[in-house]
């Protein structure tokens, strides 16, 4: 007699993981799974084999969906229990058989966007990536604007072009500034990424206002990487006065695999310091601590160049939840937020390709020899990242890849 | 024996309007109607009473549904066609009865937001409107930025707060600046409306790159109109440098009838004379003209302040499209356009108040003696539009309608 988790978990993908996903198998019906170790097990079939004594009627639907889509609109109430009834299935001896049935290896699956997103909001969280990103972009002004500790500034990007980890990235194309002061149109020459963490939203909240302790009590389902690929040229010419669009609104890759923010609990961890008293409804000392220390990984062409650290972010994802509501904004299941780029106080610890080379004059020479500035053709960026688990486990995110194919 | 149109037709929604919307009759099922005068006649009823030969099955199952949702994902080979039966039906002697069975008086339903907003982008196209923001926002630089004339400058909007017309806009809260230097938190000061043209999109175009041409053809299914309610206080401490975000997206309202693109034939106009050469995707000479000669009509609490003119609109609705699309990002059914504040040279034709009391400073004084600068609790606004249509008619958009109610 032995568990599912001991047959099949490994380092990463434990049973205090089980992150989330959307898989199917040759071709056939996308399904809600959950991944222990290097299998995915559908959830439904799992259900059906086991039995699900602590689930209601709105759990029990919202895992027969192909996504995450029936499980964030059922809300909090239908999670916990869930996530208690697979811990217990692939913890009890005996059970590994059932979840074996259910069982297929991720080798063999092809995974697809995990949820469906609603309003996507990118926010701008990390002080050292916003002070960078203002010493090139605004060189003879303060790096942060007056508003950036006092509010996690943030916009609306494009829901529609948040796609699945291992998508081709074209080059995009649009109007770059020139010298003659005319500006050209053509292929972005300053494509780069942004690493980040995006958190997956459920329930609902009509009229908005959602505090900061319901945020995370009640909405914060789930966490994942995220590159907001960025064309800094075309972003650089377009975003006065209302903020970045075609810059940004080409492609945003997440990973497939949905960690549960119930996982994180052990890496919950003090955020910064904050040097400006927050107004209330931004006070997130309420059920905290709020930070996540959560390690990214920066691999380009096979070679990591940066560990950023997400423990830094100055604003946490509740404080992005309450903020976005605050003035009545209604919340919806599928509603995602970046953190925006994760930078760290060390240049190996910078998320972007504009900061890491600083603004492509001072380039990365890569193992390979390369000279890195901005991103060319064919090359591949892949994002990692892991958290402390409970019981000493890692948290393990997977991946989100993506490689830049040439201008169409 | 007489016409529908002649039995039901009044001035505006004539058989050369036909405007749609979702609408339910005492709390029934929400179902897609055409309106005729002051009648909404529910399509597939009619379909079911007097048949549909010019209609194929994608058509036939569209016009089903509950809203137009399955109408725009069909796309453009179901709405010509659709139209055409439609005005045959209603101008055809005799079957007046037939439409009569399928109607109901527009007093009488319940009408419904119009179609599921997918990614929803916020355009600033008219040049009035930008120059007089820039001089107020910004005035030590010139008003329009450097990039103004070479492309559309937009953003993306929250789609989710996109609502119908007649729903109240609770006055929003947030962090205002304050001469103190820091900001403080409470119910917005400076309550606006931004009185826009709203372009509904269907189709589908997965890499994006919809030209100017295709987009007209295609894509731009009908018109509706929009106020982008804002609040300027909010606005103008959180927006640099990522743009608006909190003063925008707490309600935008829209009109519930869909007026189609075809309709507006007769209103096609030639845009302002561009001043700057353009880039060959935003050339809109192709297959125009482009510019639509809608007179819009701000009205508060019952006196009309403004007649904001649409064709002085500086950048067109193909435009706004090839301008999204042109980087990569893909189009779905339901996308949403805003055209941004339609202000022409003249005071009597702004449209927003910030720009009709000049920041405040400046008040209007109403018929009723009241100093109009921003919005009191209270104060309804309503948007009217009117467009010349084909045979000499008048194609009429309704109301978008919204009062302002205390910060809750």
Redesign the interface.
């Known amino acids: 007699m032995t568990t599912a988790a001991a047959r099949f978990g490994t380092t990463g993908f434990g049973a205090e993981n089980l992150p989330y996903a959307s898989f199917s198998v040759a071709g056939g019906d996308r399904r809600l799974g959950v991944r222990l170790g290097d299998q995915v097990i559908a959830i439904a079939a799992l259900a059906a084999q086991v039995g699900t004594p602590r689930l209601d009627d709105a759990a029990r639907d919202a895992v027969s969906g192909p996504d995450l889509d029936a499980l964030l609109a059922a809300g909090h109430t239908a999670w916990q229990p869930l996530r208690t009834w697979l811990q217990e299935v692939v913890t009890t001896d005996g059970l590994d058989t059932a979840v074996e049935s259910a069982a297929t290896p991720v080798a063999d699956v092809q995974l697809h966007l995990p949820f469906t997103v ?2 996507y ?1 990118d926010y ?1 969280a990390s002080e050292h990536h916003a002070s960078n990103i ?1 010493q090139m ?2 060189p003879d002004e303060d790096p942060l ?3 950036w500790k ?2 996690p ?9 948040v796609i699945a980890s291992g998508t081709d990235i ?1 080059r ?4 770059r500034p020139d010298p003659s ?3 050209s ?1 053509g292929a972005s020459r300053r494509l780069d990424i942004e690493a980040e963490l995006g958190f997956v939203v459920g329930g609902s909240a009509p ?3 959602v505090t900061v302790a319901r945020a995370g009590a009640e909405h914060l389902f789930g966490v994942v990487l995220f590159n907001d690929w960025s ?1 800094r040229d ?1 972003q650089a ?10 810059g940004k ?3 945003s890759s997440i990973s497939m695999w949905v960690v549960p923010f119930d996982a994180l609990t052990d890496a919950r961890v003090e955020p910064p310091t904050r040097d400006h008293e927050l ?3 931004l006070d997130d000392s309420v059920d905290g601590p709020w930070g996540l220390d959560i390690t990214m990984e920066v691999e380009i062409d096979g070679q990591v160049v940066s560990n950023p650290p997400a423990r830094t972010l100055y604003w946490t994802a509740p404080q992005m939840v309450a ?2 509501s ?7 299941p599928g ?1 995602f937020f970046g953190s925006g780029t994760v930078s760290g106080t060390e240049v190996d610890q910078r998320g972007s390709f504009i900061e890491l080379s600083w603004g492509g004059k001072e380039p990365l020479t890569l193992d390979n020899g390369h000279e890195q500035t901005f991103l060319t053709d064919g090359q591949t960026v892949t994002l990692r990242g892991t958290a402390p688990g409970a019981n000493g486990s890692v948290i393990d995110f997977g991946e989100c890849v993506g490689t830049i194919t040439p201008a ?1």
Chains 1, 2 share one sequence.
């Open positions: 609603a309003d909001v701008y203002g972009f605004r604007k007056p508003n006092h509010l500034v943030g916009y609306h990007g494009r829901a529609g072009t074209p995009p194309k649009g109007l002061g005319t500006p149109f009229e908005g206002e064309a075309i010419y377009e975003y006065v006065p209302l903020g970045p669009y075609l609104s080409f492609a107004t209330a409804y903020h976005m605050v003035n009545g904004a209604s919340l919806r509603d169409t």
